[in-house]
């Protein structure tokens, strides 16, 4: 099953790349594999994952410990402070830094294990009082104070969209995430690029990738319904 799905979103990011006339090295997918068991990631390994994305700390340094080492590892989930000191040499990238305390938490650690820690900021894009991330009146000054720590270099933006049945009603908020993207890459801030977007989930990572993301989080058309939401 993992492999069809597999197969069946690789088709689909290469068909919104086409329509987008984006080169689809461009769009790179992230497994995410939050409440599946080892051997389902496995499968996913098997047929040339290498990009999982979870949103819980425990497991997915759990996953880490006994998956193989080349795989690059996203924290997507709301992350707190007493927490980073557990994945910052563990992930590729954390796509959940949505306070200058947490930022400099990560800093701290970062330094700490002397590694370099890649972020993106998590913006509200649609302003739902139920979600984590900052607004978009927000999102440069609190670039502007996490480029000047050490050992945490910001890449981009993240967004969780909101849930609908209908993808074209997410369009306008991948619009205003890239547009957003492009203002602050304007402002050339030291230690900051804006080479990453990362939006679009099962429901509606072909528009995504239309607006421009390079990173879409794909759970459930991958691994299948969980279980248990979360
Ligand atoms: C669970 C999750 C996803 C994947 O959701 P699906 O709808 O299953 O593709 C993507 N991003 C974040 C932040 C998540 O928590």
């Not at 924290?75 to 992930?91: A, E, P, S, T, W």
Request: glycine content about 6%.
């Amino acid at each position: 099953m993992i492999r069809e799905n597999l197969e069946y979103t690789n088709k689909n990011i290469e068909n919104a790349c086409q329509k987008a006339g984006r080169a689809q090295q461009e769009v790179t997918l992230i497994a995410v594999s939050k409440t599946k068991p080892v051997s389902l990631l496995m499968e996913a390994y098997e047929q040339g994952c290498r990009e999982f994305g979870e949103n819980k700390v425990q497991e997915l340094v759990e996953k880490y410990e006994v998956m193989p080492k080349d795989i690059r590892w996203h924290m997507i989930g709301h992350l707190q402070r007493n927490k980073v000191k557990y994945i910052v040499d563990k992930v590729a990238m954390i796509h959940s830094v949505d306070s200058l305390k947490l930022a400099e938490e990560i800093s701290r650690e970062a330094v700490k294990k002397q590694v370099d820690v890649s972020v993106l900021i998590e913006v509200n894009i649609a302003c739902e009082e139920t979600k984590f991330g900052v607004t978009k009146e927000e999102t440069i000054s609190l670039i502007c104070d996490i480029a000047k720590l050490p050992g945490i270099h910001i890449k981009g933006l993240m967004t969780i969209a909101p849930y609908v049945t209908n993808p074209e009603e997410n369009r306008p908020y991948f619009e205003q995430l890239k547009q957003l993207a492009v203002d602050i890459s304007s402002k050339n801030i030291d230690n900051v690029n804006m080479n990453v977007l990362s939006m679009g989930m099962t429901g509606d990572y072909m528009v995504a990738i239309e607006e421009g993301a390079t990173y879409v989080r794909v759970g459930t058309g991958i691994f299948g319904e969980r279980e248990y939401p979360i």
